[in-house]
C-alpha cells in the first residue's frame, strides 16, 4: 500500500497535476470530463457517441461501486444522491492540478459557503455573531441570491450553508433552498427552531431540496435557554422543532451548542439531550466575542475549559452514538494528540480514523475561513468567516465569487501559515488546526494573531485576562 507522502509526491508531479487540469476544465456547457464520466454513467439517454469517448474512465467509477459493494443499479440510484461529492471532486482536482497537494490543501474555490441569509431574526440572542433582528435595507433580491447559486454552481462549491439571522424568516427560503439543490448542492439551514415547531414546515424543508438542518440548544433547563436567546417561551418551541424534524425521513438533524460559562457544566447533558431526543449530530460552536458576543465576553470559556470541552466530545466521538463535533479547530489537535490512528475530526463536519487519519486531518485543515470556506452577507459582501462580518474582502454585486477567493490579500493571507504569529505558527499541529482566525481577529484586530482559546496560547490567555478582555474587543 503507497504510503500517503508518495501518493501526495506522485499528485505534485507536473503531468499529473495538468492531467487533473485536463480533467476538470468546464466545456461550453459548464461540464468537466468528471461531470460528463459521472453523468453518463447515470442517464441511459446520455449520447452513446459520448459515452464511447469517456468508456476509458469508467475503469475509475467501477472501482467506486466495487468498494462501496453496490449493484450497478443501486449505484447508479446512489449517484444521484453523489452529486455533492462529484461537484467536490472536481472542485478538489481543479485545486490539485492548480496548486499541488499542500498542507492544509488550499481550494480553488470554496468547499462550503456560509450564507448569512438574511439579518431579520425572531429571537434576540446574547451571543449573536450578526446582532441580527431586523433585515438590512439593502439585502440581495430574490433574482440576485439566484443568480448567486449560479456563480457557486459555475464555481463547484459542493455545500452551501444557510444561516442567518433567522433563514426562516425570509420568503424567498425555499425558492433559493430548492434551487441550489437542483444545481447539485448540499443544502442546510442552520436556525434557532422555532419556526420548526409550526406544524409540516419541517416536511417542506425537505421537499425544498434541504438535506440538514442544525437547531441551536444552549441548554437543557428551559429558563437558561430562555434566558440566554432573549424570548420567553423560545426553548419549548426550539425543542418541539427538534422533534419535528427528526421525524422527517431523509431530513438529518444537528443540535448545536454555543460553549459559554452559562453552559459548560451542561455539555454532557446536551449531549445526551441530543442522543435521546434522536439527533444525528451534536455540534459545539466555538464562542467568538462579535456582534452582541462582545457584550458577554467574559463569558467565553478559559483554554482549560476548552481542553475539558474537548475531552467530552472526544470521548463520545469514540462511542460514535452520534457524530459530534466542533467549529472549535483544536478538537482536530486534540484528536490526533489523544490517538493519531483515529478517530480524528478532519473538518467541522467529517471524520476518519485509521493509518492516514492524521494525513487527512492535515489535508483538510483545520480552520478553513478563508481556505475552504467563506461567508455570504445578506447584502452580498464576502467575509472570510460569519464570526468576521466587519472583515470584508468583496461583494458579489461588484465582482464575481470565484474572483474575489482568489485574488483577495486577505484570504490568501489565511491560506499561508507561514504568515501565522506564535505559537500558531510553529505548533506541531499546525496543518491540523491553524487556530482559530476569528477568535484572533476579535481579540487582537488581527486575523494571524494567536488563538487565545488553545491551551498551547495560554500565556497570551492570560495577559488578556491581565489587561481586561474587554480592551481587546476591537469590533463596533
Known amino acids: 500500500m503507497k504510503t500517503a507522502k508518495e501518493v501526495e509526491s506522485f499528485l505534485n508531479k507536473r503531468p499529473v497535476k495538468a492531467f487533473l487540469r485536463y480533467l476538470s476544465k468546464k466545456d461550453k456547457n459548464g461540464k468537466s470530463i468528471i461531470y460528463n464520466v459521472f453523468d453518463s454513467y447515470v442517464d441511459p439517454h446520455f449520447p452513446v457517441g459520448k459515452r464511447i469517448l469517456y468508456a476509458p474512465f469508467y475503469l475509475f467509477v467501477l472501482f467506486m461501486r466495487k468498494k462501496l459493494n453496490l449493484s450497478r443499479e443501486d449505484f447508479r440510484e446512489k449517484i444521484v444522491d453523489m452529486r455533492p461529492t462529484v461537484i467536490a471532486v472536481n472542485n478538489l482536482a481543479r ?7 499542500t498542507r492544509p490543501q488550499n481550494f480553488y474555490s470554496p468547499l462550503l459557503i456560509v450564507w448569512n441569509f438574511t439579518n431579520g431574526c425572531n429571537l434576540k440572542c446574547k451571543h449573536c455573531y450578526q446582532n441580527a433582528g431586523t433585515p438590512w435595507p439593502d439585502e440581495l433580491t430574490l433574482q440576485e441570491k439566484l443568480k448567486a447559486v449560479d456563480q457557486m454552481a459555475e464555481e463547484d462549491v459542493p455545500t452551501l450553508a444557510i444561516s442567518g439571522g433567522e433563514p426562516y424568516t425570509s420568503k424567498d427560503l425555499f425558492k433559493v433552498t430548492r434551487y441550489a439543490h437542483d444545481k447539485g448542492m448540499h443544502v442546510s439551514i442552520a436556525t434557532n427552531g422555532t419556526f420548526l415547531s409550526l406544524p409540516g414546515l419541517a416536511e417542506k424543508t425537505k421537499e425544498a431540496g434541504v438535506n440538514y438542518v442544525e437547531i441551536s440548544l444552549d441548554s437543557v433547563n428551559p429558563e437558561v435557554h430562555d434566558e440566554f436567546r432573549g424570548v420567553k417561551g423560545a426553548w419549548e418551541m426550539t ?4 422533534k419535528n424534524a427528526v421525524k422527517v425521513k431523509g431530513l438529518k438533524v444537528g443540535i448545536a451548542t454555543t460553549a459559554t460559562k452559562y453552559n459548560v457544566q451542561e455539555i454532557e447533558d446536551l449531549y445526551k439531550f441530543s442522543v435521546d431526543i434522536g439527533a444525528d449530530k451534536f455540534f459545539i460552536f466555538n464562542f467568538i466575542p462579535v456582534g452582541r458576543g462582545k457584550e458577554i465576553i467574559d463569558m467565553d470559556p478559559t483554554p482549560e475549559d476548552r481542553e475539558k470541552i474537548m475531552g467530552i466530545l472526544y470521548k463520545h466521538l469514540t462511542e460514535g452514538k452520534i457524530d459530534v463535533f466542533s467549529t472549535a479547530p483544536e478538537f482536530g489537535m486534540y ?3 489523544e490517538n493519531p490512528l483515529g478517530p480524528v475530526v478532519t473538518s467541522h463536519y ?3 480514523s485509521g493509518k492516514f487519519a492524521r494525513d487527512g486531518a492535515e489535508f483538510i ?15 452580498g459582501d464576502v467575509t472570510p468567516c460569519v464570526f468576521m462580518p466587519t472583515l470584508v474582502v468583496g461583494n458579489i454585486r461588484k465582482t464575481p465569487l470565484g474572483k474575489i477567493w482568489r485574488d483577495s490579500k486577505v484570504l490568501q493571507d489565511l491560506r499561508n501559515r507561514d504568515k501565522l504569529e506564535e505559537h500558531c505558527k510553529s505548533c506541531e499541529f499546525r496543518a491540523v488546526c491553524g487556530g482559530c482566525r476569528a477568535r484572533a481577529y476579535a481579540y487582537y484586530g488581527d486575523y494571524l494573531a494567536p488563538d487565545p482559546g488553545c491551551i498551547y496560547n495560554k500565556d497570551y490567555w492570560d495577559k488578556l485576562v491581565e489587561s481586561s478582555k474587554k480592551e481587546f474587543a476591537v469590533h463596533h
Do not use: D
Not at 95 to 101: C, E, K, L, R, T
Open 365 to 379: 485543515g483545520g480552520c478553513g475561513a478563508g481556505r475552504a470556506y467563506f461567508a455570504l452577507q445578506p447584502n
Open 239 to 242: 425543542v418541539k422543532g427538534i
Open 335 to 337: 484528536c490526533v494528540r
Open 95 to 101: 485545486s490539485v492540478g492548480h496548486w499541488g497537494v
Open 350 to 352: 467529517s471524520a476518519t
